[in-house]
């Protein structure tokens, strides 16, 4: 079973084809679980602490928006643990995790030059595009070790 | 670890949320239910919920989606009636989603007839620009 | 309950939407997020002329289309992004005025870093209730009995009387103790105005020290200093009918506030850099040996040209001051420079923040230092207007506000 970052990584679709496929799919609720369900955590947090934005420097400097460090500071983590990457080219409408564009940009950045292997994909339009979609992304992770 | 999972039917499955629902409400798995306009929010230890997954997934194999989520159900931080209205910014990306659930839908069920489909590529037929040389023979045309 | 809609991208990823939530609470309103559809996202450029890469700030404009299309959707509206994201700071502003120009709703701009706490946020978010909750307390135009305006700064204590709408006595002191500054600025307005303690029928407090004062004094208004200033402004220029632009710069903060018919539309409100307040004013008339009260005449003979300035902040901007007179630059030079520094630091921080339309009044102690409002009108190229008594701006707005209160 490989880790696989998935981006956008909060898509339904590519986490649900990841995770029935047999892999395990790295995604961003997972690491907003972390923090908003961690008993130790007194009073948790809304969503996360004004630290995530300082653990973010890791990922970006100082000069690089808060909201986009905190977004790396969930994000960045999964990266990291990732064997392998699938990327939707044209998500559409993003929002919350996904709702910032430069951090998707670094998020997609990340992913391509960490050296792991990365499918590139775009959302089918059609039936045919949509079975060449499953049938890519199927290929892709039985080739992963 | 209790964990939290959206289920998410395609708009074409013939299984409705609450089915599922009911489904797990006569099971014998200690799960938290909560049923939405778009699916059902499921939460419970971590293994209860793999175990279920494989039963709701089951219902139908290539109609239900399933995805986490990092709040448990009802979390007054994300309930949008303690908030003040408006859906949680994530919720538009499933709405979006959803409506390429029948596409993915159909092509897994292929899939599992073993029928691969041609390469997405190749259906896409790309328009290049013109050549400068022509653009310039159409503006004199049109503007003579 | 007042409902103040956040239109945000990033505070929750920031680590501050508790913050924001704890801002409202204090002054007694509730964060709402108008309805809004996922066509109505996709769909965002038709309605409100553009979309961007981001769908956070996507959503923040398809919600200020809805409260455009249903004002009563909202009592007020924040517009809060990133520090330093500059698509976000485009939407920001362009939302700001989207919401201005198309209703009636008041909106407060501001952008967060991971360090903004409710504090910073609370006479912003204070000022913005304010507007919805006494709107017709603001629209008050005259003052009436005998009323005490006593204002706590965080470098000077201001305090008038009022009766029949003119200002009969002012005391202005150092602040010190807050509570003795208080006293004493006070008591100065009161023998200046040939009146007794007993005489006063109410008294407004406003200023950092406001909370205390207001308690020690048994005050009937204790309001922060963007109303009051406001309204203290429009009052002493004339200008209590239309649009109007309030800036502030004071000694620890600046305000720059648009105004229509008395009451603050949008604001902003600067105060991290001592190099836009009056600290660095006095700080160059130290360096230049005069008094703060010869700074303004000196400048107003000088050219800022002469001086080559690298640096807006208090330290180093000073150091290139100090360079400059040791090459040989002319002292009246130096204290324009000093003045055209503050100023175009406020006009390129705030004063894109608030749309600026005239009159453009000055207020505050520093608006006395004449070379600082002839620096702005020479950048916002228009007539800058610097009304009598403008260094107890605070103090005049609170009681002529608190005699509103009398008759209740």
């Known amino acids: 079973m490989a880790k ?53 420097l890791k990922y970006a400097a100082v000069d690089v928006p808060s909201g986009i460090r905190g977004r790396m500071a969930l994000i960045g983590p999964l990266i990291e643990e990732a064997d392998a990457g ?25 992913i391509k030059t960490k050296g792991i292997p990365v499918l590139d994909l775009k959302y089918p339009r059609d039936d045919t595009e949509a079975r060449g979609f499953v049938a890519r992304i199927k290929a892709f992770l039985e080739g992963l070790k | 670890m209790r964990i939290t999972k959206y289920i998410i039917t395609s708009p074409e499955s013939e299984v409705l949320p609450s089915d599922i629902a009911m489904r797990i409400y006569g099971s014998q798995h200690d799960i938290n239910v909560k049923e939405t306009c778009f699916g059902i929010i499921i939460n419970g230890e971590e293994d209860e919920v793999a175990d279920l997954i494989k039963e709701i997934r089951a219902m139908d194999p290539t109609g239900i989606f399933i995805k986490d989520r990092g709040f448990p159900p009802g979390d007054l931080r994300r309930c949008r009636g303690h908030r003040g209205g408006g859906a949680r910014p994530g919720y538009y990306m499933i709405e979006s989603e959803s409506k390429l659930l029948p596409l993915i839908s159909k092509a897994l069920a292929s899939e599992e007839k073993a029928d691969p489909g041609p390469k997405e590529t190749e259906t896409i037929q790309k328009k290049r620009p013109i050549s400068i040389k022509k653009l310039d023979e159409i503006i004199k045309e049109e503007i003579s | 309950m007042i409902r103040i809609a956040e239109l945000a991208c990033g505070a929750e990823y920031s680590g501050i939407q508790r913050e924001i939530e704890r801002a409202a609470e204090t002054v007694g309103a509730k964060l709402v997020y108008p309805e809004v559809d996922l066509d109505d996202i996709i769909n965002v450029e038709k309605k409100f002329g553009i979309s961007v890469s981001s769908g956070d700030l996507n959503l923040a404009m398809a919600r ?16 809060m992004t990133c520090f330093r994201c500059a698509e976000a700071a485009i939407i920001r502003s362009e939302i700001r005025k989207y919401i201005h120009q198309n209703s009636k709703v008041p909106v ?101 020290g406001r909370f205390l004062i207001g308690k020690h004094f048994n005050a009937k208004l204790t309001q922060e200093e963007i109303t009051v200033n406001s309204k203290g402004a429009v009052f002493l220029a004339n200008a209590q009918k239309g649009p109007a632009t309030v800036i502030d710069i004071g000694g620890m903060d600046n305000k720059a506030i648009a105004v229509q018919d008395g009451i603050p539309g949008g604001f902003t409100m600067g105060g991290i850099c001592a190099g836009a307040s009056g600290r660095f004013l006095e700080l160059t008339a130290r360096r230049l040996g005069v008094d703060i009260s010869e700074l303004g005449k000196l400048a107003l003979k000088g050219n800022y040209q002469n001086v080559a300035m690298n640096s807006y902040c208090i330290v180093f901007g000073t150091q290139s001051l100090v360079n400059s007179l040791s090459m040989g630059c002319k002292p009246e030079d130096v204290a324009m420079a000093a003045c055209h520094s503050v100023a175009e630091q406020v006009y390129e921080q705030q004063l894109q923040e608030v749309d600026v339309k005239e009159p453009v009044v000055m207020v505050g102690g520093t608006s006395l230092v004449e070379g600082l409002p002839k620096a702005m009108e020479q950048l916002l190229g228009i007539k800058v207007i610097v009304p009598p008594y403008a260094q107890y701006i605070g103090a005049v707005g609170a009681a002529l506000l608190v005699s509103g209160l009398l008759e209740a």
């Open chain 1, 4 to 56: 696989v970052i998935i981006y956008p990584t909060t898509s339904l679709i590519l986490a649900d084809l990841v995770d029935r496929m047999g892999h395990k799919a790295l995604v961003a609720p997972e690491a907003v679980r972390d923090r908003v369900t961690n008993p130790e955590i007194k009073s948790p947090p809304l969503n996360i602490t004004p630290e995530e934005p300082k653990k973010g």
């Open chain 1, 86 to 110: 699938i990327i939707l080219d044209d998500p559409g409408v993003l929002t919350g995790c996904a709702g910032c564009n430069r951090t998707n940009e670094l998020v997609r950045l990340l």
């Open chain 3, 64 to 79: 200020a289309t809805r409260i455009v299309e249903n004002p009563d959707l909202a009592d007020a509206v924040i517009v």
């Open chain 3, 108 to 208: 407060l701009s501001y952008s967060f870093t991971e360090r903004t706490t409710a504090e910073t946020l609370l006479t912003r978010v204070e000022a913005l209730v304010t507007t919805v909750k006494y709107r017709s307390l603001l629209a008050r135009e005259k003052q009436t009995g005998i009323t005490a305006g006593i204002d706590s700064g965080s470098t000077t204590t201001k305090s008038v009387i009022m009766r029949d709408n003119q200002v009969i006595g002012t005391g202005w002191v150092p602040t010190t103790d807050v509570i003795k500054s208080a006293e004493d600025a006070y008591n100065a307005a009161l023998k200046a105005s040939d009146l007794k303690a007993d005489d006063i029928q109410a008294i407004g407090t406003t200023g950092y």
